[in-house]
């Protein structure tokens, strides 16, 4: 019986033996449960028009088998323009640190300048730790949502436009009359939507630029996202401008080296007439916009974006100032 017994013991002992061991690797900190390095920033080629030739700090954190790569954020205006670029990337979530409170609702903002179409963000908060608990790296995740569907549909059509302009050979002020014109030629704002509750129609077509290509009615985002997206498809950088206290949203293109306003919206008349374009509000500089006296510029706060934020965020988003 003995004898027997004998195999199982020295089993177990070699069980206890390994667990122990396993332990003390554990707790010696040499990283096989638990580690954190610097990897390689994640660079944005210098021919690329959004983030051109920015540096995005990354860390990698191992736990067990998984290995998760997050990045080092230190501005809500860095964590917007890293969502971007992951979204350029068919990438939805966002993995990050920082070392500061970021406002999402900032973020929010920032990226709605620089994303054509209706979008929502949810976030979250994952804590990778060693087994005892005794090293931990608290991270945070942004999430994009988003049609997919229809944004993808509003690319091809956006595509095929810029194709069928012709835009070739021409100077970019020239470009942007162009893009400018077959926006209000072809699209009349969409009246009716005036009379319904827009709180429940957030993802409604007017909103986005599948609205002026498919369905040749829009609102002033779907016309200042379509603009957006258009004039970038030919490297013009543009965003859009919101402003909550007026309802209304139109847009920045950086035209002759300056950042000058432009209104579609308002360009457009209404009732919609074949055939007829303004020039009221068009590639004019801060100063002519405002003694116009007809846009208002939301107030720097928790909720909104003041215009000086706004413009130092295109200049950061489109590297002005490299």
């Known amino acids: 019986m003995n004898q027997l ?3 199982t013991s020295k089993i177990q002992h ?3 033996t390994a667990i122990v061991l396993l332990l003390l690797i554990s707790l010696s900190g040499c990283g096989l449960f638990y580690h954190q390095r610097q990897l390689d920033g994640f660079i944005i080629e210098s021919n690329e028009l959004l983030a051109r030739g920015y540096t995005f700090d990354r860390i990698e954190i191992r736990r067990f088998l998984d290995v998760e790569e997050v990045f080092s954020i230190s501005s809500e205006k860095e964590l917007a323009l890293l969502i971007m670029k992951n979204f350029e990337k068919d990438s939805l979530r966002t993995n990050y640190i920082s070392e500061t409170d970021l406002s999402l609702q900032h973020v929010y903002l920032y990226i709605e300048t620089l ?3 209706s979008f929502y963000l949810q976030a979250g908060r994952v804590v990778y730790s060693d087994p005892l608990g005794s090293e931990s790296t608290p991270t945070k995740f942004v999430d994009v949502v988003i049609d997919q569907e229809k944004y993808q549909q509003s690319i091809l059509a956006a595509e095929s436009i810029i194709h069928d302009l012709n835009l070739d050979g021409m ?4 470009k942007v009359k162009a893009i400018h014109d077959y926006i209000i030629l072809t699209t009349a704002y969409d009246e009716p939507l005036l009379d319904l509750d827009i709180s429940e129609y957030q993802n409604h077509p007017s909103f986005t630029p599948y609205g002026v290509y498919y369905l040749n009615t829009a609102v002033c985002s779907g016309y200042a ?4 997206q258009l004039t970038r498809l030919v490297g013009i950088p543009s965003i859009m401008v919101s402003s909550q206290n007026m309802n209304h949203a139109w847009n920045l293109v950086f035209v002759d080296n300056e950042w000058l306003f432009l209104d579609a919206t308002w ?6 007439r074949e055939g007829r374009v303004l020039y009221t509000y068009y590639l004019q500089t801060f100063e002519q916009f405002e003694a116009l006296g007809h846009h208002y510029f939301d107030l720097a706060s928790d909720q909104t974006l003041g215009i000086d934020q706004v413009l130092r965020f295109a200049d950061f988003a489109f590297a002005m100032n490299d």
């Open 267 to 272: 360009n457009d008349p209404i009732p919609d």
């Open 14 to 16: 070699y069980l206890k």
């Open 115 to 117: 994303l054509p179409d």
């Open 5 to 7: 017994k004998r195999p």
């Open 171 to 174: 100077s970019d002020r020239d």
């Open 225 to 228: 996202r379509a603009f957006m």
